[in-house]
């Protein structure tokens, strides 16, 4: 075990216990660069987390979704902090995080829940840090440690959480829709052009007329931006979004697919036929292609023997010559 022995920026002498030699360089380095700037001098550096996360929630929350606040809420009560709540938020450090983490996978939790549990930390951690709490944020550095964050998803369990559906399966579900069912930010609070299929843009300007029409026959004030509306004009509830969804794949006779599917489709379709990693990277919005590699690898075509095949032409070009 090793110990990185530190004084933070109000003067207090702190202990980081790591695991490994190098678990603990990388702390080192993070307090080395978190020293270096300018940090305010929190109110109450003696504060618990069950103290923090009420003051949080009610400064801290105001720009999210509803159903991500809750979220936070019910992982706070039921899980962060009967463990943390009565620890004051300095003392939180990434062993104590990752033991807390690994009990939980091993008391049966799934990994998707304890990576809720660690990614609420992580923001809450994080506000901390700026708030000049603390002077890193630990749930941040779980992911350097040698051995394997409890959270962590195998290859085989992420081929196994993508369910896109076959062309027929879409098939069937857009011809249930079109019959059947006539906003928000980004998850990330940013915009990114993406393009279409000549089909939707037909389509979206054929629903762009018909709501004009709908506009005067409802009496709105005017159209609503949103390409999906209430009945009022208003954007879609999220609850009605996925009722409608489930009405549309019973309809249609499909099994339970998720409306996130259909982001696994758009990729997987468009790899199916050939279109550049870099392209539906681009689409879908990662960072890097190897995001997209990592998760869609099993749907791009690797039987096509034209290309081998194409370096004939050079070897017969050189035979010729000789």
Known sequence: ??????????????????????????????????????????????????????????????????????????????????????????????????????????????????????????VILGDAVLAGLLPVNPATQLGRQRRARADRLTQAEVQQKIRPLSPTQLQAALSSAWTHERLAPTKTHTTRTVDMSAELARTLLRLQHERKAETLKRGWPEMPPWVFCSETGTPLDLSNVSKAWRRTLRKAKLPGFRLYDLRHTFATTLLAQGAPITYVAAQLGHAKPTTTLAHYAHWIPRGDKRYVDALDAPARLAVANW
Request: proline content about 4%.
């Open 1 to 122: 075990m090793w110990i990185v022995d530190y004084r933070d920026h109000t003067g207090r002498r702190r202990w980081a216990t790591c695991r490994s030699r190098r678990e603990a360089e990388n702390v080192r380095a993070d307090i080395v660069k978190a020293s270096q700037q300018a940090r305010p001098t929190p109110a109450d550096p003696d504060v618990t987390l069950a103290e923090y996360a009420v003051e949080w929630q009610e400064t801290h929350t105001n720009d999210l979704q509803p159903s991500t606040c809750r979220g936070y809420e019910q992982i706070l009560r039921l899980h962060l902090l009967p463990a943390f709540g009565g620890m004051k938020v300095r003392a939180l450090h990434v062993g104590l995080l990752s033991d807390f983490l690994a009990k939980k996978r091993a008391a049966g939790y799934s990994k998707n829940m304890v990576r809720l549990m660690r990614a609420t930390l992580s």
